[in-house]
């Protein structure tokens, strides 16, 4: 459903800051992100394992435009080449 675990996984819904930029998006699972991450007012501290040696360009668009269009999110498309950019 997109809304995140409380506590270890945060929500996709409505993250138009975390997802707004195609590259930016696309970077997030490119290089992982390990740290605290603020979400709705609410601290997150966890890992996310980077995709980027594992995915290729399309697979990486394939996935970031699936969250970017579900659970109401309306952020529109990323293509290969705004993957390519963020590497």
Same mark, same amino acid.
């Given at each position: ?13 409505? *993250?138009? !800051?975390?997802?707004? =930029?195609?590259?930016?998006? +696309?970077? #997030? ?21 980077? *995709?980027? !040696?594992?995915?290729? =360009?399309?697979?990486?668009? +394939?996935? #970031? ?23």
């Amino acid at each position: 459903e997109g809304a995140g675990t409380p506590g270890a996984f945060p929500p996709l819904v409505g *993250q138009k !800051d975390h997802m707004g =930029d195609c590259a930016k998006h +696309a970077g #997030i699972v490119i290089k992982g992100l390990m740290g605290e991450l603020v979400v709705d007012g609410v601290t997150y501290n966890g890992v996310m394992t980077p *995709q980027g !040696d594992m995915l290729n =360009d399309l697979q990486i668009a +394939a996935v #970031i435009s699936y969250e970017r269009h579900s659970w109401g999110n309306d952020f529109g498309y990323c293509k290969p080449s705004d993957v390519a950019a963020a590497r």
